[in-house]
Each structure stands twice: as C-alpha cells, then as structure tokens.
C-alpha cells in the first residue's frame, strides 16, 4: 500500500484529505495483547533490514486511519520496536522513517510494509525491507545485575553500579572506565579468576569489574585557554581510553602564574602501554571545534597542544613546555619558613635545581628560544628593589637555579639587566641581608667570588 495524498504537519494532527488524523500518545511495554483499556501493543523486529532510525505504524478498520506516534525501542533487545494501538484497527503498515521527528513525516519515508493484519500474533520480524512474518511476542522479565569494582586485587565494599538483564537476550555489561585505572575485564568471582561470558540471565546476579592503577610514563601538555576547567579524553580507534568515558578527566596540574606560547600550561599524564592513539582536550561538554575542544589529536609523548591544532602538537615546544612546568611547580612547592618566600626559587634543594638546569640545557636552541622568553609571575630575582612579584622571564629563574647548582651555599651571579653586579647567599640568617624572593643580595662594584 503506498501512500500519495498529501500529509500536512500540524502542532498536533495530520490532515489527509478531509480526514483529521489526531497523533496516539505512546504507551509503555505493557498490554501484550488486547488489555481492557481496548489496546494492544504491536512491536516490530527490524533486525538489519532497516537502518537504525524512526519507525511508525499507519493502522486502520476501514476507510482513513491514524498515524501512531513513533515506536519506542524496547530496552535489552537490539533493533525491537513497540507502540500501542487501538484494538479496533486490526490493519497496520510498519514504516521507517530518516527523520527523528515525534510526528511522520511521509515525503522522508525510506521503508514500509504491505497491508498487515495482526490478528492475535502482536510481534512482526522483517525478513526483507518490506516483508516479513508474525509471531507472539512475550515481554521479558528483568533482573538486576549488581556490579562491584576490585581495584588492584581488592574488591570495594560497596557496588558502583547496577545493571538490568533481560531474559530473552544476552547481557554484556557496560565498559565502565574509571580514570587513573585499566579495565581489565569482568568476573564472576571476586579475586578475578573466572571471566564472565556474555549469556542469558534467569534470576539477579553480581558481577565484578577489574581495575589496575595506571602507572603514568609519559606526558603531554596544553595552552591552557580561557575555560572554566578542561577535561582531557584520550581514544584508540574512537573508544573511550585511559581517561574515561567523554568528556575524559579533569586536568588539575596546571601551572599558575605561567605565559608560555600565550596562555598557562595543562599537563596530562597517561600510561603508554594502554595503546591510546588520540587525545581529545574539551571545557566537559564539548562543543565547536577550535573552540570548545580541540580537534581529534595524535597522541605522542611530549607534544604541546594548542586549541586550533588540527591534528599533532610540537616537539620543541613540549619539550620547553615541560621545563617551564617543572620550574614553576617546584617554585609553588616551596613553603615560607625562615626568612624564605613562600613561593620563590630560594627554598629549592640543590638536587632540585641541579636537575632543573640539566632539563633546560638538554633542549635543544629552539627550545630554549621557548623557554627564555616564557615568564612565570614571581619574586623579581633580577635585582633588589624588594619583595616583590612581578612577571619574571625563566631565561632569569633558570639562572638563579645555576647559583643553587653551582654553590656549595653560596654562590655568584652578574645581574644582566643593569651593571652592577648581585651577589646571591641561599644559606639562611645571614646577617644583613636584604631578602628578595628568598634570596639575599648585595650590591658589588665589581665582580667577586665567594671561597
């Protein structure tokens, strides 16, 4: 049967011909067969016949008929479609539509069957795009599948989840990531050992979902942009990774205080062997590209990442990124006590700065370039004028790293912005002294070394 008449779509009925057709509310899966309200729900198995999309049934007793409202996918079963009808149409016609609308819309119709009659068989399986064969069709009983986590060989006490299982079809729990772990399957059993094989369900159950705390090996880093907060989701071949289900992790180790390429720094830590292809950064919801997240990135250890990258990141500057991030994460660590600034280069351990300087000369000059130029607001450790914090370039905090390096307490350093020359103490309590960040300095007319 093929419908010509023209169909005009109002805010509640189609008008066909002179026929007003009023749109059926849809009723849940109840009433399998006629019920004593004079409905019966008819369900459709589209199977692969049909794409996955909107379906609607055309019923009637004689004359005009009514349009239903779309079916409704029934929870558990792949492809199986539902609504219900008045029990006096006993002849209906499945149709698919390519519209998502709540009403159909039959210039979009892609699909349909013959004239139906249901008689008391109220399930129709597609053997063809437009022909199949009618069955009796029972709603399935649910049970309830209890999911517990074991993390690193321990079981939690209490259940992260419940899922529901239907009888007539297989259940295969949901995948859940957790950030900061590997999934490594699900078990019947809570020491692991007896995988779980997708299968029918006859009463309630427990499941467990194995988890291993990810080591991090490798990091990338971001322009930190103007958001709220980022989130960072990282995927081989389109599944979800490491970092969990989109919109990923909340990145918190960020820099603060730090212009590097025009913003702060956002570093992201993940684990290498996991096989993670692609990283995603986003505000949490996601959104336009290059505007609220970033394009589909290829993941590689080191890269930095800005918003209007389209596919890679840059090695130089990852690797200046990283040395920036360092210095400025080891400056915010220190604690004021003594006479020391909170926040300032003095208080850095000479092991720490040593290793710092050997990060920054490991760069190569494009790096470096990178580097120097990049400021961090801090204590001014360019020369005396006080306590103060004010956007310093790292070409400088890199220096001051050199005289904690370089002495055995106390060491020299020539300032480069004017001519006098400043000579720095990081033993504490020297009487006298003026501090500045954290330093002590004085002023010298001429170049002296400490013995």
């Not at 597609?126 to 079981?155: F, N, Q």
């Amino acid at each position: 049967m093929k419908f010509k008449t023209l169909i005009l779509l109002g805010a509640s009925t189609l008008a066909v011909g002179a026929t007003s057709l009023a749109i059926v509310s849809k009723l849940p899966e109840l009433n399998s067969g006629v019920g004593a309200d004079s409905t019966v729900t008819l369900y459709v198995q589209v199977g692969s016949y049909w794409n996955t999309g909107s379906y609607a049934i055309w019923h009637w007793a004689s004359g005009s008929g009514t349009w239903s409202s779309l079916m409704t996918s029934v929870t558990g079963v792949t492809g199986l479609y539902s609504t219900s009808i008045s029990t006096t149409d006993a002849n209906v016609i499945f149709t698919e539509f390519n519209s998502g609308t709540t009403t159909p819309d039959w210039g979009s119709k892609k699909y349909q069957t013959g004239n139906l009659t249901y008689g008391t068989n109220n399930l129709y399986t597609l053997t063809s795009t437009t022909a199949g064969t009618w069955s009796t069709y029972t709603p399935a009983v649910s049970y309830s599948i209890t999911e517990y986590a074991v993390v690193d060989g321990v079981a939690e006490a209490t259940a992260y989840t419940t899922e529901t299982a239907y009888s007539n079809a297989n259940f295969t729990p949901s995948n859940v990531t957790r950030a900061g772990y590997t999934h490594g399957g699900w078990f019947t059993d809570a020491a692991c050992t007896t995988a779980y094989v997708a299968k029918t369900w006859t009463a309630a159950g427990t499941l467990y979902a194995k988890y291993t705390t990810i080591v991090y090996d490798s990091y990338v880093y971001f322009s930190a942009p103007s958001w709220t907060s980022c989130y960072a989701y990282t995927f081989k071949n389109g599944n979800a990774g490491q970092l969990g289900a989109w919109p990923g992790t909340k990145v918190t180790s960020v820099t603060d205080g730090v212009n590097y390429q025009g913003s702060g720094i956002y570093r992201v830590g993940y684990n290498s062997t996991v096989g993670d292809t692609g990283i995603v950064f986003n505000k949490g919801t996601g959104g336009t590209k290059g505007t609220d997240q970033t394009y589909d990135l290829t993941l590689t250890a080191g890269m930095f990442y800005k918003l209007a990258d389209q596919s890679t990141g840059d090695a130089d500057k990852g690797a200046g990124a990283k040395v920036v991030y360092d210095i400025n994460i080891a400056r915010r660590a220190v604690s004021a006590s003594s006479g020391i600034l909170a926040s300032s280069l003095c208080g850095i351990s000479k092991a720490k700065a040593t290793a710092l300087v050997a990060e920054y000369d490991a760069l190569n000059a494009t790096a470096q370039g990178y580097v120097n130029v990049a400021t961090d607001y801090t204590y001014n450790y360019t020369d005396n004028t006080g306590n103060t914090k004010v956007d310093v370039t790292v070409n400088y905090m890199v220096a001051q790293l050199r005289v904690i390096a370089a002495g055995s307490g106390s060491a020299y350093y020539v300032d480069n912005l004017n001519t006098s020359n400043i000579l720095v103490y990081s033993i504490l309590g020297v009487v006298g002294a003026l501090s500045v960040g954290g330093f002590f300095f004085f002023q010298k007319k001429r170049r002296e070394e400490i013995r």
